[in-house]
T-cell receptor
Framework: AQSVTQLDSQVPVFEEAPVELRCNYS??????LFWYVQYPNQGLQLLLK??????LVESINGFEAEFNKSQTSFHLRKPSVHISDTAEYFC??????????????FGTGTQLKVEL | DGGITQSPKYLFRKEGQNVTLSCEQNLNHDAMYWYRQDPGQGLRLIYY???????QKGDIAEGYSVSREKKESFPLTVTSAQKNPTAFYLC????????????FGQGTRLTVV
């Protein structure tokens, strides 16, 4: 069975400082990896994904994540955060289901709080 | 606008009552999912459906039931057998064959009073 570990439940950081949100996964097969962001009382929005190819993936709002197979990690980074980045971030790993579709297994989430 | 619509956004239920949460999508996705979210526990899969008239239990199906009579609809019923139903419920869908991300609705917050 696949699992995802997000060790940091909360990460406080000052505005314009860099941040890293850690994610480690366990899986016996090839994986697809995702980061989702959730604002209060809303659904999840896809931030970025790794399916194949380049191990460094980027989002349109300055976040990036690097797939590291040897360390089974997919850490999320941003060089300079903004107040608007305050949200909860979820790492997820995808398992392909027989017959199609994919089952996402989520980590427990990291609350990023950006302070002035 | 394509997307996933969950209704209602907030729902209150008395103990012992069944309640049905609605999920509709117009993305033409084959697969649909229901997740439950509790603070500090991430999202846990309740049920999923890969095709009309077929669905499978996820990791925490006890006390829940679903149907998939139409491609665009995947309602979730929280029954009185669910011991701790107060939670945030998220519906999602994805195209098949797999390998791509899931798209989420805005969620329904269920509170048992």
């Amino acid at each position: 069975a696949q699992s995802v570990t997000q060790l940091d439940s909360q990460v406080p950081v000052f505005e314009e400082a860099p941040v890293e949100l850690r994610c480690n996964y366990s899986s016996s097969v090839s994986v697809y990896l995702f980061w989702y962001v959730q604002y209060p009382n809303q659904g999840l929005q896809l931030l970025l994904k790794y399916l194949s190819g380049s191990t460094l993936v980027e989002s349109i709002n300055g976040f990036e994540a690097e797939f590291n197979k040897s360390q089974t990690s997919f850490h999320l980074r941003k060089p300079s955060v903004h107040i608007s980045d305050t949200a909860e971030y979820f790492c997820a790993v995808s398992e392909l289901l027989t017959g199609g579709g994919n089952k996402l297994t989520f980590g427990t989430g990291t609350q990023l709080k950006v302070e002035l | 606008d394509g997307g996933i619509t969950q209704s209602p956004k907030y729902l209150f239920r008395k103990e012992g009552q069944n309640v049905t949460l609605s999920c509709e999508q117009n993305l033409n996705h084959d697969a649909m999912y229901w997740y439950r979210q509790d603070p500090g526990q991430g999202l846990r899969l309740i049920y999923y459906s890969q095709i009309v008239n077929d669905f499978q239990k996820g990791d925490i199906a006890e006390g829940y039931s679903v149907s998939r009579e139409k491609k665009e609809s995947f309602p979730l019923t929280v029954t009185s057998a669910q011991k701790n139903p107060t939670a945030f419920y998220l519906c999602a869908s994805s195209p098949t064959p797999g390998g791509t991300e899931a798209f989420f609705g805005q969620g329904t917050r269920l509170t048992v009073v």
